[in-house]
């Protein structure tokens, strides 16, 4: 209770979160963009925004062994040739290597949207990744066995008949990644590692914004004005939380549009601030010439209290 009491007097006596602990829930595009370096890696696929940072740091230069008949497209390097060399980069770099090139984008081509389905529950048949393989039992899918843990969602990526094995295997055009089994039975391939990286929570930190949208905020006090590209979907804290870095005391003002107070809990639309890109493009006028302005009346500083 002391650290929430002392949490709660940090904040100051102004009404909304406690923007210390706050956690955002929609990211834009941009904003993905901007972590694209392999010591800052996000990505985003099918609606959500991922930090695969500690997956990059978890991986990175392990397995310094020869990876023998494997090469960065999970093809072999010739007949009887390793596909690395002493001096070449491990493997465990070669498997990052599709997921870095791809850092701060959209990857959701990498996955086919109609498994995002239930996964069948049941002891496997021939193991495989995610989910992949068969379930044994006369049930099968449709009707698992009572005993069975509850199903749970999968997500899986495209797949593409083999050329060589003629089997039905994981599509991946920039080359194998991490936790895509080989092309060919292996014994030094390690599959003990629970889920593959792309299913579960573990590494989302959001949403991705479907639409965003430009809102100017200007401070009446100091006449200071910003424009802001913000989610659809955000809440007024949340658009309040991307304005702290150009007013760290944004909490002691009031937020009007046209006169009116906003109410901080809904949305911009809630709030009667109109989407009007639709109706821009219809008209074939450019949408930039008209931003919304939301204006900042200063109350006191209760933020510092």
């Keep these: 209770m002391a650290d929430s009491a002392g949490a709660m007097q940090r904040r100051g006596l102004v ?3 406690d923007f210390e602990f706050f956690q955002r829930r929609y990211f834009t595009p941009a904003e993905v963009a901007e972590h694209n370096l392999p010591e800052d890696l996000w990505v985003s696929y099918l609606g959500s925004v991922y930090d695969l940072t500690p997956l990059a740091q978890e991986h990175k230069g392990e397995g310094r062994s020869l990876d023998q008949g494997q090469g960065v497209h999970g093809s ?3 007949l ?3 596909a690395l060399t002493a001096a070449a980069p491990s493997p465990g770099d070669l498997l990052l290597k599709p997921i870095i090139e791809v850092a701060g984008q959209d990857i959701s081509h990498w996955f086919d949207p109609k498994t995002r389905d239930v996964s069948p529950a049941g002891p496997r048949v021939e193991g ?5 393989a068969g379930v044994a039992g006369v049930g099968g899918a449709d009707c698992p066995s009572p005993l069975q843990p509850p199903p749970q969602p999968s997500l899986k990526i495209r797949k593409h008949v083999d050329p060589l094995t003629g089997t039905l295997r994981y599509r ?7 936790h895509v089994p080989p092309q060919l039975p292996r014994s030094d ?13 573990r590494y989302e930190v ?3 914004s479907a639409k965003t949208r430009s809102i100017r905020i200007i401070n009446t006090l100091t006449s200071q004005e910003h424009t802001l590209e913000v989610g659809a979907l955000e809440s007024m804290w949340e658009i309040l939380h991307r304005y702290l870095p150009y007013n760290a005391h944004a909490a002691s003002y009031t937020w009007k549009y046209e006169g009116k107070k906003l109410n ?9 601030i109109r989407d009007e890109d639709e109706e821009f493009d219809y008209l074939n006028m450019d949408g930039t010439l008209y931003i919304p302005a939301i204006l900042l009346y200063f109350n006191d500083d209760l933020t510092e209290l």
């Design 76 to 78: 072999g390097g010739g």
């Design 206 to 208: 959001g949403r991705l």
């Design 189 to 201: 391939w390690a599959n003990d590692f629970g889920k593959p990286w792309w299913q579960g929570t």
């Design 15 to 17: 009404d909304g979160p």
């Design 264 to 272: 901080m809990d809904y949305t911009l639309e809630e709030n009667g």
């Design 80 to 82: 009887g040739q390793p």
């Design 172 to 178: 991946t055009p920039r080359g194998r990644f991490l």
């Design 128 to 132: 495989g990744v995610g989910g992949e």
